[in-house]
């Protein structure tokens, strides 16, 4: 059963706008939370993280909500560039050492 | 800072062979953590080292294992491959403290014929 969910597979933007990523999560105990970039046969990227104890995070152009009642998060990214282009993975920490728990990841594509 | 090293970058193997994949974490981070991204699966968890021990373990099967050295470097090994072990790599390193972030390699990509 999956624990943290990416429900989009694919999202298409027009350069400029925003882009919003979504994830559900399942486990309550979750209590950190963060994004990663990745391209095609590399390693994600870290983008972002928060805490549970915050509701959200920002960092130039991207930002991360934290609904906790709705164990949701999203990731804001404004405005798009054609750059950000890849699959962008939410992970949790996995309420064990060392153990992130990733969704299956939804593929941005940033038209120019 | 230099980042995550991980070698080899590619590797071919066949069906019964056994395999070996190397990682160096950043300077400093004692935590390696190894994960298998597969289209089917994603990334999956595979296991934790830090500070020489295996913390964490995911559900893997025991031909996949692991170590640590004192200066954090890590290995993985898998014996007798399958060709469902065709997958790519990563090892991720942190300090090791609670929700820490980590930082990723860029993988070793193992095809099993």
């Known amino acids: 059963d999956q624990q943290v969910k990416q429900n989009s597979p694919s999202l298409s933007v027009q350069e400029g706008r925003i882009s919003i990523l979504n994830c559900d999560y399942t486990n309550s105990m979750f209590d950190y939370f963060l994004w990663y970039k990745k391209y095609p046969a590399e390693g994600p990227t870290f983008l972002i993280s928060i805490s549970s104890i915050k509701d959200k995070n920002e960092d130039g152009r991207f930002t991360v909500f934290l609904n906790k009642s709705a164990k949701h998060l999203s990731l804001h990214i404004v405005p798009s560039q054609p750059g950000d282009s890849a699959v962008y993975f939410c992970a949790a920490n996995g309420g064990s050492q060392g153990n992130l728990i990733f969704g299956k990841g939804t593929k941005l594509s940033v038209k120019p | ?113």
């Open chain 2, 1 to 113: 800072k230099a980042g995550v090293t991980q070698t080899p970058r590619y590797l071919i193997k066949t069906r019964g062979q056994q395999v070996t994949l190397s990682c160096s974490p950043i300077s400093g981070h004692r935590s390696v953590s190894w994960y298998q991204q597969t289209p089917g699966q994603g990334l999956q968890f595979l296991f934790e080292y830090f500070s020489e021990t295996q913390r964490n373990k995911g559900n893997f099967p025991g031909r996949f294992s692991g170590r640590q050295f004192s200066n954090s470097r890590s290995e993985m090994n898998v014996s007798t491959l399958e060709l469902g072990d065709s997958a790519l790599y990563l090892c991720a390193s942190s300090r090791g403290d609670w929700a820490e972030t980590q930082y990723f390699g860029p993988g070793t990509r193992l095809l099993v014929l």
